[in-house]
């Protein structure tokens, strides 16, 4: 079983589609916000601007009726996303459950102008693993994650917790919130974050403070020996710089070229320009022709298709005995 995490997306936007079908939602905002045991509630929030009377008349009708297939729509998400966990579950190998769905539509005053929202909201338990006081996010997007053009990802962290690590980098950071915007196509197992609990570097800083308080108190011929030893052993330590130097330089040459060849070898521009050759010849294309009209190799155009393809951007249709390469709906429109 290979899962692709942002199935996710894709079922998303397809239980919206039924019952909204008069109403064009512009854009999805995602926001996670984590708690210390591991778990995570999820907003996904679906938006559209009432730029005109007639937007706004036909938004007011919809949530004016939107409780008549409320349960229905949301019965369907709740399933949607139960299996998509249960199966995250089973390929982490951690326990994880989804609860407490909820689904409600309204109009938001904005700076801007009136919005038009539909939100649901879920709890993941089991969303982030847990491991000595830290908490890791990014095991559970399998495949990566693809936002579009207009669309946000915000992680938040508990108010305790500060970050260590991200990646990739995010378009904006403050102290417990990160948030990327599309388009992006996030690599496997990403986004990536590790966060720690502030304390525990208050009490480094704690502990150090005290162990410097500690040697301050030395009588000053006890300091004065150990002044003295130090500076025997830094003359010593000087006859094997020329050795070490060359040592550490390597190491980091290493540790830099290690760290690119794990890099994804295509940018977010190159998926782009395989996705407008696509458009171009008219939203289908087989894998020959994406590789002679964008001139990349054949290896790059092969990854870069599979990244797609588990983002759920476009899909492969067997012909005969070729693979017809076709643009999914939301794709073509973006």
């Known amino acids: 079983m290979y899962l692709t995490f942002t199935i996710f997306i894709s079922l998303f936007i397809l239980n919206l589609a039924t019952p909204v079908s008069s109403i064009d939602f512009e854009s999805n905002n995602y926001t996670i916000k984590l708690f210390k045991d591991g778990s995570a509630v999820w907003i ?3 938006s559209t601007p009432l730029s005109s009377r007639e937007d706004l008349e036909a938004f007011t009708n919809y949530a ?32 994880m459950r989804a609860e407490d769905f909820n689904v409600s539509v309204g109009i938001v005053d904005t700076l801007s102008g009136k919005i038009g929202r539909l ?7 089991g969303f982030s693993e847990v491991k000595d006081g830290m908490l890791i996010i990014g095991d559970v997007f399998i495949g990566g994650f693809y936002l579009y053009e207009g669309d946000s990802l915000t992680i938040i962290l508990p108010e305790e917790y500060s970050i260590n690590e991200v ?7 403050g102290e417990t919130e990160i948030t990327w915007f599309g388009k992006k196509l996030f690599p496997d197992r990403a986004p990536y974050v590790k966060a720690s609990i502030k304390t525990l570097a208050m009490e480094t800083l704690t502990i150090e403070t005290n162990v410097a308080t500690t040697y301050s108190t030395i009588s000053t011929s ?10 025997t052993s830094w003359i010593g330590m000087l ?15 290493m540790i830099i070229f290690i760290s690119r060849r794990r890099e994804r070898k295509f940018t977010v521009k190159d998926a782009d320009e395989v996705i407008n050759v696509i458009r171009e010849l008219g939203g289908s294309a087989f894998q020959k022709q994406l590789v002679e009209k ?3 190799s054949k290896a790059k155009v092969s990854e870069i298709l599979s990244a797609l393809e588990k983002n759920g951007v476009v899909e492969r249709v067997k012909v005969g005995r070729s693979k017809l390469i076709v643009l999914k709906k939301k794709a073509k429109q973006s």
């Open 239 to 253: 006859a094997y710089f020329p050795v070490i130097i060359p040592i550490v330089v390597i190491t980091i040459l």
């Open 222 to 231: 006890e300091y004065s020996t150990s002044v003295s030893s130090m500076q």
């Open 119 to 125: 939100t649901y909201t879920f709890k993941w338990v």
């Open 64 to 95: 004016e009726n939107f409780e008549n297939y409320r349960e229905s729509l949301l019965e369907n998400f709740t399933q949607s996303i139960q299996k998509i966990v249960s199966d995250v579950s089973r390929y982490v190998n951690r326990p």
């Open 44 to 46: 996904i929030e679906s």
């Open 167 to 173: 990646h990739p980098p995010p378009d904006k950071r």
């Open 294 to 296: 964008t001139g990349f």
